[in-house]
């Protein structure tokens, strides 16, 4: 019996070993995640990877209002496109400083900023991260990929329209890389995805692709309407153009204000946008309601949360003897200020100084970290039209205006003093219909000897103060560096100084020169 | 694995009927008990002795024969005997003992060895040898005995243990030495819990041995899994007579040291000078928030063990409890623990079953999150009770963002508590094959369950929740994982018949796979804060998630152990891994490892000839793996995003996918390493010790680093891409000074000194300077986002990268305004009216400006010596030991003073109260990069002290004993504890505490 057993163990063990050598197999595939493989099996997919492009700029990550960010190497809170974004555009420049010492920042606020800088990384990266996703999604997307996997016409033709919405997306970030660096790389859907480093591409290439990219999908996108809110049309493609052509001459070299006035009359005349009567409602949690605004970056107080964007503004603008509450917000962050430069800019009467809290600040910013130092201003807010909170303290309900009819009105009469065509009569009609919105009336009109450039690039910080356009329209009027305008903390010193001219030009990050080596490095860094 | 089926075949062969055979029994002369192991030849046939010590030698000639046993540590023996054609004639032995610690039986990967044969760097340390006193987690067991074992832990009761076996030698994957329990290997760092070490499932009073595998030809038989060293973890079996023993003991702890902060004369004479706006504020109190959060942690332990043996069984089972209070308010842990060890053997022990099983149910509690930093933070004039607030607890008026919470209402209105239930377990079942003698198959099946629950709950009404307009928070997490492994292998174990000496040789295949989830919850905005953890009320927002990882890996292994009379060893493994988390160009991965050792003492011209009784010269060589990194990085993936994250498209809200950079090639970060070591032997084997000097190369590295901007999907991608080294020496000596017999005294002290250098060599394929590859780590408290540490080629991991603080004579930091700008922004030299950056920091670079580029790397958090010392002494009926750690060389960031030692912190909504070093650096603002908060921490402990008395009572041994944990430390360092974390981040960690012991330990 016992032998029996033995031999039964013996064949036991024998067997136990063939059985197991047996099994080799080590592939695991993932079960909480989406791969690459299935993901298209659901025709969601599609609108939900557009919905990716889109959020690239409103949120950090995958989870809101943080978590597994887009992009590495910093702060997730700060890795935020539109953060990142106004930041580089508004606190080298007269209109704005930021209390905080987080390392790298107050270079922002002094134009000391070198190639480690980790906000010019980020926004390098940020800008980068949109081009792959669109450049990836356009892969995924086209004709071939779509009748293999058997999609329906509708779907098909849907597609196609997100198409168009992606390569405005990836336009709209290209604008941004040329205006901030200059010479980058191009990267397209034609480029395979992999780690070759691209070449580098100089800016005129950049822009003569991103100008004929406008152009081919202008007519592709749809026209503005309840569907598209927050979304790529017709009219945002034209003043996307219209931005680059005013500014083709700091870009290529040759100016194209022809081109530019054209595309803002494409705009203007599209018809389907109005100033807002109240110009406050352009910053409100309700703003979604104003028909001035062309393109929008949503915010959700639910749905769509982040530390950056208009959430990162609104709560960053509030400090000192602030009361959160009045601006439908759970506390302040104690940041942004103006400079004294800015503040002077407005005077009595205007009704966009309305929003200045003065009490217990200085005019002066005589210490950037003390948020006290400098006027504040609740331009931003989270309380609706009506004087409702938004529907969440901590996350803001206010969406972005990127683009405006009141920015298009602007560029119109710099387009026509700068030579571009149209008439000064309707530039003067364009600028007085914003000042009598501003003053209630027409007692802040001005007449048709006022209407120079000096005027236009100060109305221009007027109407569109800490909305992202101040370094752009500075460089565009030669104001940014050098010694002709000198606003508090210019250079890192107190009463300001001239800078360099290479600091018109963000560097490329340290990081990816290492990343890339076919890149070189703007000149001056 | 054909050559080693071919060789068992073929042994057997060699019997004829004209010759006798020859069996015996060998045994230890002293204690009579069997030895295992032993090598009894006649001429060229031999055997070894079971574990019965038992020995069958078949086919010897007939005629007069000389039959000789031979085992390291003792004498040789030899026995002549008559042989009988076709008979069977016995040769019974009794050894004597010559050098015991040569013949210890060592716990090595997949079997044992005797110490004296051990061809690496191996060191096992048993319960004698274990530090005493309140000890909750294993691993604390072994601290500072052990040369090269790092071992830092959380000071929480049973907090995370981490552990650095001959430096770290990864990054991104796991440092942490793989832990195999009876057998059965855990998951990377030991597993999941809610939040408290993994190891706390096995009660240190169960543990018979700790055996840390040091060296790769050690731990390369576990292969991908074995590049930080293994520790192999044995608990008790029944032993002896059947018996229950019984051990209690009771435990007070203090705390050691906390912030240094200001009292509330120097906190209102500071508002009132640098932030008179905020005086108005101020009250009247003299609150210390420390004496309201700290108090005397009381804990207890009881014990109770049946176990005893019988003749084909032992047994043990064993119940703990343990309850113990942390010296922070709000921490305690409870924890029940089972222990079953079975082992039964059949057909005349032919077979033998092991069962083992650990298993355990966790309560922690936790202090809320908050309280420690608001104790620092929170104005010392303030006071701690408000009638006028709801809470009845005071709090700084306005509830802005900008001011510090009274941690006393954190500590009583919040929550935050979890618990883990573990359950790890085998059956081991080894088969002495019939066909063959000392060829041995074993099975290993074997399971590790855990499920944890973690839940925190913020009340609406505290302060943290109403600055923030979070409306209260609740939060769970439940973490789940179960392990499953099935091992076999076979071992044969004989004396050579073509060659002299004896081989050891095994094989096997092993399978193990991993299911884990991890789904969380949290909900905020709470309709009512009456249901606390338990419930869901209505909440605006809630979001909950899913992740499940699943893993698995397949290995073959083999191994030759060659010992040539005890004198010449070699040992060759290899082991193939295929793992789930390789990318499919890489799914298998070998890992090979070979070793020599050369015992000199057993050479004729030393034998006998000097004091020296062992001197052992080995070198070894192998290739290690690390595969402890997150599943699926291969995959390219789409994420999923959740609620919060969706874009607004028109009208509607759409949730979001991603697709994700993947390395479809990722593979396992490989460590190559030579070891060369000496053990060495004197009197007798009463001073004994060894000297190691080893270098471990890690390549493969994986690191997170940039890719060329546009290509990928990511501004970074997971790569095997950099690489380490690891260079140390170190030394252990056991000595038995003083040798009094039962009644005199007597002396035994050992020392373990190591010394470790770690360099990154690489970081970034791409080229570009050490200082262009550089990645910032090292998140600490103060701004947002400040990375106080660096990785860099060249220097150490994590070392400190900090601006120069200038200094005046004394040392002291020069905080005056000396160096302003000129309008290019450049150094004039002379003031300028604002004390900044330039005022401060040493240009390094000489450009005139101070920025990124002068930040320089600092010192590193990494001891560079450890040294240990423990004393056992005994007299008569009486036994103290203490043991010392010292620690040389280590450098610790203190947070506290970096981010609450500047006035600046005074000008907030509402004041925070300043960390002292504010009074002599006088710094306005916060000077985060600063090099003044890199310090020296530098310190020798005394560890612990223990006095006992053993005596008999009712002719029942019975043990009494006190022992003193953290008795004292002296250190250079300024802040809360020198060991603080493995990182050398000092950021309101938890205080260390001085813990007294008393217990009794009975057996009857």
């Not at chain 2, 709000?330 to 623990?337: A, K, M, Y």
């Not at chain 2, 993947?662 to 001073?687: C, F, H, M």
């Not at chain 2, 203490?882 to 600046?904: C, D, E, H, R």
């Not at chain 2, 090099?931 to 002290?945: C, G, T």
């Amino acid at each position: 019996m016992i032998i029996r057993i033995r031999k039964a163990l013996v064949a036991a063990v024998g067997l136990l070993l063939v059985a197991t050598t047996a099994c080799t197999n080590t592939t695991v595939q993932p079960k909480s995640t989406v791969t690459g493989a299935n993901v298209f099996n659901d025709p969601g997919a599609y609108e939900a990877f557009l919905a990716k492009l889109y959020a690239g700029l409103a949120v950090s990550g995958q989870q809101g209002p943080s978590g597994k960010p887009d992009i590495q190497g910093i702060d997730e809170g700060f890795s935020q496109y539109l953060r990142l974004y106004w930041e580089a555009e508004e606190l080298p420049t007269d209109e704005a400083v930021i209390a905080w010492n987080d390392v790298g920042l107050p270079n922002m606020n002094t134009m000391t900023w070198g190639a480690d800088n980790g906000f010019v990384r980020a926004m390098y990266y940020r800008i980068y991260f949109q081009v792959g996703m669109v450049n990836q999604f356009l892969r995924e997307t086209t004709d071939d990929k779509l009748d293999a996997r058997g999609v329906s016409a509708s779907l098909k033709a849907q597609v196609h329209q997100y198409r168009a919405e992606a390569r405005f997306l990836r336009a709209l970030s290209y604008w941004h890389a040329i205006d901030l660096f200059g010479n980058v790389p191009l990267v397209t859907e034609n480029d395979p995805l992999g780690s070759t480093p691209p070449k580098q591409s100089t800016r005129v290439d950049l822009y003569n692709y991103v100008v004929s990219e406008l152009k081919d999908i202008e007519g592709q996108l749809p026209a503005p309407g309840p569907d598209t809110y927050g979304r790529a049309t017709g009219p945002a493609a034209d003043m996307l153009l219209a931005k680059l052509y005013m500014n083709a001459e700091v870009y290529t070299g040759t100016a194209d204000y022809a081109d530019a006035m054209n595309s803002i009359q494409q705009v203007i005349n599209s018809g389907f946008y109005s100033l807002d009567p109240s110009f406050h409602h352009l910053f409100q949690a309700d703003n979604n309601t104003s028909p001035e605004i062309i393109f929008s970056i949503p915010q959700d107080g639910i749905h769509t949360q982040t530390y950056g964007g208009v959430n990162f503004l609104i709560h960053a603008e509030c400090g000192g003897s602030m009361d959160p509450s009045a601006y439908g917000i759970d506390g302040c962050w104690w940041g942004i200020r103006m400079r004294s430069q800015a503040y002077n800019h407005f005077s009595a009467g205007d009704g966009r100084a309305s929003f200045f809290y003065t009490s217990g600040q200085t005019v002066d910013v005589a210490d950037i970290p003390t948020f006290t130092d400098g006027i504040a201003a609740s331009k931003f807010t989270n309380m609706t039209s009506t004087g409702q909170a938004g529907s969440n303290p901590g996350f803001v309900d206010t969406d972005f205006p990127m683009f405006r009819l009141g920015d298009a009105y602007l560029m119109y009469a710099e387009a026509v003093l700068r030579g571009g065509g149209g008439t000064r009569a309707q530039a003067l009609q364009y600028v007085n219909a914003l000042r009598e919105r501003a003053f209630g009336g027409t007692s802040g009109d001005i007449t048709d000897t006022q209407l120079t450039l000096p005027f236009i690039l100060n109305e221009r910080e007027r109407e569109l103060l800490w909305e992202a356009h101040r370094r752009t329209d500075l460089i565009r009027f030669g104001e940014f560096t050098g010694g002709s305008y000198i606003w508090e903390w210019k250079g890192g010193v107190a009463a300001g100084t001239a800078t360099d001219a290479h600091l018109d030009l963000y560097p490329i990050p340290g990081s990816e020169l290492i990343a890339n080596p076919n890149l070189k490095q703007n000149p001056g860094y | 694995m054909a050559a080693l089926a071919v060789l068992l075949w073929w042994a057997p062969l060699a019997a004829q009927a004209s010759n006798g055979t020859i069996i015996g029994r060998v045994t230890d002369a002293s204690s009579h008990q069997a030895l295992e192991g032993v090598t009894v030849s006649v001429g060229d046939h031999g055997a070894l002795t079971t574990a019965e010590g038992r020995y069958i030698i078949v086919g010897v000639p007939a005629g007069t024969q000389t039959v000789r046993a031979t085992i390291i540590g003792y004498a040789d023996a030899t026995k002549t005997v008559t042989v009988t054609g076709g008979q069977t004639v016995t040769a019974d032995f009794q050894m004597t003992a010559q050098a015991v610690g040569l013949s210890k039986i060592v716990v090595v990967a997949y079997g044992q060895q005797r110490a004296g044969n051990i061809t690496g760097s191996v060191k096992q340390v048993t319960p004698t040898e274990f530090n005493k006193g309140r000890i909750v987690t294993p691993q604390q067991l072994i601290q500072a005995k052990v040369p090269g074992v790092q071992i830092v832990g959380s000071n929480e009761p049973g907090g995370g243990q981490e552990i650095r076996i001959r430096g770290a030698t990864s990054i991104n994957a796991s440092s942490d030495p793989l832990i195999v329990v009876d057998g059965m290997p855990l998951a990377s760092g030991g597993g999941i819990s809610d939040g408290r070490d993994p190891l706390n499932f096995i009660n240190p009073n169960d543990i018979a041995s700790i055996t840390v595998l040091k060296d790769a030809s050690a731990a390369a038989m576990y292969g991908a899994n074995s590049a930080n060293g293994v520790i192999l973890i044995q608990t008790k079996s029944g032993r002896q007579a059947p018996h229950i023993e019984y051990r209690g003991s009771v435990s007070a702890s203090t705390v050691t040291r906390l912030p240094d902060m200001l009292n509330a004369a120097q906190f209102k004479a500071a508002v009132q000078q640098y932030a008179p706006g905020n005086v108005s504020q101020l009250g009247t109190a003299n609150t210390n928030w420390f004496n309201h959060v700290d108090r005397a942690g009381i804990g207890q332990q009881h014990d109770l063990a049946v176990s005893g043996e019988g003749n084909s069984m032992d047994y043990r089972l064993s119940l703990g409890y343990l309850n113990q209070r942390g010296i922070i308010d709000g921490t305690d842990l409870q924890r029940l623990s089972l222990g079953l060890n079975y082992d039964q053997r059949f057909f005349d022990d032919h077979l033998d079953i092991r069962t083992n099983l650990h298993t355990s149910h966790e309560v922690d509690n936790y202090t809320p999150g908050g309280v420690i930093s608001n104790a620092a933070q929170m104005g010392p004039t303030q006071p701690v009770l408000d009638p006028n607030n709801p809470t009845g607890y005071y709090e700084w008026p306005g509830n802005t963002l900008q001011s510090a919470d009274n941690p006393v209402a954190a500590l009583r209105l919040a929550t935050d508590k979890g618990h883990t239930d573990r359950s790890v377990g085998n059956i081991q079942a080894e088969y002495d094959m019939p066909f063959l003698e000392s060829l041995k198959a074993h099975i290993n099946l074997g399971y590790d369950l855990t499920q944890a629950k973690r839940e925190t709950f913020s009340p609406s009404d505290l302060h943290s929740q109403l600055k923030t307009g979070g409306g209260g928070n609740v939060y769970w997490r439940t973490p789940s994982m179960l392990n499953t492994l099935l091992e076999t292998y076979l071992d044969y174990s004989a004396p050579l018949d073509v060659l002299p000496g004896k081989v050891d040789l095994t094989g096997g295949y092993s399978y193990s796979q991993s299911h884990a989830e991890y789904p969380w919850f949290s909900a905020s905005q709470l309709s009512t804060n009456l249901l606390g953890v338990n419930g869901v009320p209505g909440a605006q927002t809630s979001q909950n998630q899913q992740d499940i990882e699943d893993s698995r890996l397949i290995s073959f292994f083999g191994r030759l152990n060659y010992d040539l009379n005890d004198r010449y060893l070699l040992g060759l493994s290899v082991r193939r891994d295929g793992s789930s988390r390789f990318g499919p160009a890489n799914a298998w991965g070998v890992f090979p490892a070979v070793s020599a050792a050369w015992r000199i003492s057993e050479e004729p011209f030393m034998k006998g000839r000097t004091p020296l009784s062992n001197l052992k010269l080995r070198v070894s060589w192998g290739k290690t793996g690390n595969q402890s990194f997150a599943n699926y990085q291969q995959y390219s993936t789409y994420l999923v995003g959740d609620a919060q994250s969706q874009a607004q498209l028109g009208t509607q809200f759409v949730s979001t996918i991603r697709p994700s950079a993947a390395d479809p090639d990722i593979k396992w970060e490989t460590t190559k390493s030579w070891d060369v070591g000496l053990d060495y032997g004197i009197l007798n084997q009463r001073v004994t010790g060894s000297i190691d000097w080893y270098r471990k190369n890690t390549s493969g590295l994986i690191f997170t680093v940039p890719v060329a901007a546009g290509t990928n999907l990511s501004n970074y991608l997971t790569t095997n891409i950099g690489s380490m080294r690891n260079t140390g020496i170190e030394l252990g000596l056991d000595a038995d000074i003083l040798k009094g017999g039962a009644n005199g005294l007597s002396w035994n002290a050992s020392f373990t000194v190591s010394h470790n250098t770690n360099d990154l060599t690489s970081i970034n394929p791409y080229g570009g300077t050490a200082a262009q590859q550089q990645i910032l780590t090292g998140l600490v408290a103060g701004g947002v986002g400040t990375y106080i540490q660096v990785l860099q080629p060249g220097q150490p991991i994590n070392s400190f990268y900090v601006y120069q603080q200038k200094r005046d004579k004394n040392g002291k930091p020069i905080y005056s305004d000396n160096n302003g700008l000129d309008s290019l922004g450049h150094f004039t030299g002379k003031p300028d009216g604002v004390i900044n950056e330039q005022d401060l920091y040493v240009d390094q670079n000489g450009d005139g400006i101070i920025n990124q580029a002068d930040r320089r790397p600092f010192h590193d958090p990494a001891p560079k010596w450890i040294i240990g010392h423990t004393s056992n002494l005994t007299y008569r009926q009486w036994d103290l030991s203490f043991t010392l750690l010292a620690y040389l060389g280590n450098w610790v960031y203190n947070n506290v003073a970096s981010n609450l030692g500047n006035y600046q912190e005074l000008s907030r909504a509402s004041p925070y109260n300043l960390q002292a070093s504010v009074l002599y650096t006088g710094f306005a603002t916060p000077q985060y990069l600063s090099d003044y908060y890199v310090q020296n921490a530098s310190f020798l402990r005394m560890d612990n002290i223990t006095l006992g008395y053993d005596f008999t009572y009712h002719g029942q041994p019975l043990r009494v004993y006190g022992a003193l944990q953290s008795a004292f430390t002296i250190t250079g360092y300024k802040g809360v504890d020198p060991t603080a974390g493995i990182n050398g981040l000092d950021n309101n960690i938890y205080p260390r505490s001085r813990t007294f012991t008393g217990g009794v330990s009975v057996r009857f």
